[in-house]
């Protein structure tokens, strides 16, 4: 497939995206014999590579050391403020936008509430604002955003760059979010799953070089999970891969839109674990409709689990889900880790995650030769809107690039 987006700022040659990335993965410098080295290249096309990302000021010379015989080595780092992208993460409950540098660090930030009852065309004029303010806000360089990255619950239509009709979001059918929002804003921007885009923001800003084939299972208002595979992303047919709601953990639970229960996205949704915990008299009861009163109630249900014998119980069970549900799809996937991460999964680490482990290491449906590591993101609490602004440094940086970018029409 061709590439689009060619007005980008595009990197263009592939060996320099091939240099640009093991400099961006080593986080105290690298010099231009290791690049030769780790990349294959021969130290003329390193070095050719590297000047050119030097003139690009991509990169930076740092410190001369001598480690050994021969003469002292130039170490090499990234500029993280040469370039920048907008990452923004449209959850059913809250939309956030970050601006991200080349590091894929969080540079800005803002979180809105995502409008119930607007037309399509007032939740774009919404955004566009919320861009703009938080561009203005924080003194982002325009001449160095590169575009905007969208997050979004499938199902996605990438082609036509709209959102279809998600479980979640009613209203939201056929939403052509990334030509208005680019129209509107005069930039290209990139739409992706939301799972897909947190699993694109491991791979970039993650610095765990070696994590190749892991999944990231997200837990906000909904489940879902991203797969990367040799450092590579997945996106499967239509870009849609990752919905692992309807996946069997239990043979009880409520009961779920397929018919079943027991379907890892009901047993673990926000709203389950508080009306439990509200019928048990741990917390009082809430309006599961509502948004907000949802998220405020998982917190404090949460954070009740270590000294409420009611709510433990509960949250073990949820743990036992997702230990379940981890490990059918490492043995599927012969992953090495699996990273979660989400909205919700922010409250549910603190007491969920050790037991989470425990249940992994003594499942006896565990088949790899290997151990499983389970973990937090590193990325943090936005990793999904993070990962929407690494998508767009991806799909112009990174040496196996995507054709998702749209050119502004500007
Ligand atoms: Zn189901």
Not at 275 to 302: F, Q, W
Request: with cysteine; proline share 6%.
């Amino acid at each position: 497939m061709s590439r689009r987006g060619a007005n980008l700022p595009s990197i263009g040659e592939f060996n320099q995206s091939v240099v640009l990335d093991v400099i961006r993965m080593a986080p105290g410098g690298v010099s231009r014999v290791e690049i030769a080295a780790q990349t294959g290249l021969s130290s003329q096309t390193a070095t050719n590579a590297t000047r050119r990302l030097l003139a690009a000021g991509l990169i930076r010379e740092g410190e001369r050391t001598a480690t050994g015989p021969g003469k002292p080595r130039t170490a090499l780092h990234l500029v993280p403020e040469a370039r920048s992208a907008i990452g923004i993460h449209l959850d059913p409950s809250f939309i956030t936008y970050t601006v991200v540098d080349l590091a894929g660090a969080v540079v800005a930030r803002a979180v809105t509430p995502t409008p119930r009852v607007l037309s399509p065309a007032d939740v774009v004029d919404s955004m566009v604002g919320s861009v703009e303010a938080l561009v203005a806000e924080a003194h982002i360089d325009r001449d160095r955003l590169l575009g905007i990255g969208i997050a979004a619950p499938g199902p996605l239509d990438l082609e036509r760059g709209t959102v279809d009709n998600p479980p979640l979001l009613p209203g939201w059918d056929g939403v052509p979010l990334r030509d208005a929002l680019g129209d509107a804003l005069g930039m290209p921007v990139t739409l992706e799953k939301d799972v897909t885009a947190a699993t694109i923001g491991e791979l970039w800003s993650a610095g765990d070089p070696d994590r190749d084939d892991f999944a990231v299972l997200y837990i906000g208002t909904g489940v879902g999970l991203g797969i990367a595979l040799d450092r590579s992303v997945r996106r499967g047919a239509t870009s849609n891969l990752g919905d692992i709601g309807h996946l069997r953990v239990s043979h009880d639970g409520p009961l779920c839109a397929c018919g079943n229960r027991g379907c890892l996205g009901e047993n673990i949704a926000p709203a389950r674990l508080v009306r439990e915990a509200a019928e048990a008299g741990a917390i009082a009861p809430v309006s599961l409709d509502d948004h907000d009163a949802v998220a405020a109630a998982y917190a404090e249900a949460c954070a009740a689990a270590d000294d409420d014998a009611r709510v433990r119980t509960i949250v073990d069970g949820i743990a036992g889900d997702i230990a379940t549900a981890v490990v059918l799809v490492a043995n599927l996937l012969d992953l090495a880790d699996v990273v979660v991460s989400g909205a919700f999964w922010n409250h549910l680490a603190p007491v969920a995650l050790t037991e989470i482990r425990r249940r992994v290491d003594a499942s006896k449906a565990y088949v790899l030769p290997h151990p499983l590591r389970v973990g937090t993101s590193v990325v943090g609490a936005d990793a999904t809107a993070v990962g929407a602004g690494c998508q767009v440094l991806s799909a112009v940086f990174a040496p196996s690039s995507t054709p998702l970018l749209r050119p502004a029409s500007a």
